[in-house]
DNA sequence: GCTAGTGATCTGTGATCACAGCTGACGGGA
DNA sequence: TCCCGTCAGCTGTGATCACAGATCACTAGC
């Protein structure tokens, strides 16, 4: 700490970019939660500790971990019986956490509206651009789609000022994402009717006009729907019992 | 799955209240939780596996997994030295954090005074209940106090029907426990000022009266008086680089 | 007297081993 | 033909060992 005072002569080292190391637990953490946020990992699926380890190329050790932080967010679940699955989500559990999104989703959306500096307004501008051109392409990339979505999506996040706010969003994109994209997976057809297309415009205008309820309005509307179709198709679990 | 159609004998196991293996690392982890919420582990304060390990008798490596989702949290970090300290929390990440819990537990109070049950509702009674008796006593129990608020506060969120919601709460409550911890430990006077017991009271009134604006204003002046008390202190470090 | 080098010690990380327990297929009995 | 006990092969969990690197007290050298 008295870097200033004594050390004069690598004063030009001290605020370097801080390189951070890179953890094998976190590469497979990583890896693991982009498996599962490209829904190339699917609610019920199991997945094995050293079969995983294996694949990676590591030891049990990092995937270990990776796999206990991911079984503290909610993102995978171990059994009793010790078997590492991605929970089934019943419809109960899916709508609860479709109305956490709108309202965790909708506040920042409403703070990026009111506070959003000419940079964010720009980045936002070119991640809808950029969704848009892909979705009314003749053959939109399913995948490319998803990533523009969720791009768009956290760029207006990023906007909102509060570091914490923008975190618990990810969470949440992480759990909801097994169930969406396997949803997207089976009914590529929701891209082409571009409902998103019309909330997304929304979003944007709202937030050029710095007018926060109509933008959190327009989240609100881009999630729900989302949701609806998705229960609408009956691809998830019921809650009575279904096996 | 034929449990009903061919083993009628037993049928009456069939819906048991699924006990859950109790995991060392759950052990530690809620230990650690603990010791954190209660703000025995003060903003700084290093961490050493094996020390930890060895004062919980077990081996590091249980101990590692805990730590190693607590980090995943926030609520403790690693430096690139590899020490596992409780971060220290800049005067702004504090502010952020408690924007954060006001618009996060706001929307959650707001909820519950909308559809709160009788049950959620006398749960909600005696805890505020509760927490008024220590708080007037004259010699309040600090320890106590604290567990009772927390106990107040998640009362309301439970009521709020929402899992994803009030799991996101008890991770903000586990980041800010060890800054408001440590304040309250430093300055006990403010349980005396009773900012708290009237947000309290406003919060409980606003539930009764199914008010859900009044029951969010409640909640967030008490979080924001919490807060503005305890950065007007200055325990914090200053964004601008002290030491 | 103060700085800079040096080595013992302790750190987290990763690999490997040991173990209890569940799973699921096989085979004997009704 | 169907049920059920049995056993091999997995599973995750925990302990232990190995290692690179950071820390810090100490000492040699200016």
């Not at 940079?119 to 501008?125: C, T, V």
């Amino acid at each position: 700490m008295r870097l200033v005072s004594g050390m004069r002569s690598v004063t030009a080292l001290a605020d370097l970019p801080q390189l951070e190391r890179q953890t094998l637990s976190g590469t497979a953490y990583a890896a693991l939660s982009d498996l599962l946020a490209s829904g190339r990992l699917a609610p019920g699926e199991r997945l094995s500790l050293r079969q995983s380890a294996a694949a990676f190329g590591v030891s049990v050790m990092p995937v270990r971990e990776a796999v206990s932080r991911l079984v503290a967010d909610g993102v995978l679940e171990v059994s009793p019986a010790r078997v590492i699955r991605v929970p089934m989500m019943s419809q109960d559990a899916f709508r609860a956490l479709a109305e956490t999104r709108i309202a965790v989703e909708g506040i920042a959306a409403a703070r990026t509206a009111l506070r959003h500096s000419a940079e964010d307004l720009s980045a936002i501008r070119n991640a809808e651009a950029a969704f848009r051109s892909e979705a009314e392409a003749t053959q939109p990339d399913r995948a490319r789609a998803i990533q523009l979505n969720r791009d768009l999506h956290f760029a207006i996040y990023d906007a909102c000022g509060l570091a914490p706010l923008r975190e618990i969003i990810a969470r949440l994109w992480l759990k909801a994402g097994p169930v969406i994209n396997l949803d997207l997976r089976a009914h590529p057809e929701r891209l082409r009717q571009g409902f998103a297309l019309r909330r997304h415009a929304e979003a944007l205008a709202a937030i050029e006009a710095r007018d926060a309820p109509a933008a959190e309005r327009a989240i609100a509307a881009d999630i729900r729907e989302a949701a609806e179709f998705i229960l609408a198709r009956g691809g998830l679990q019921d809650h009575s019992g279904g096996d």
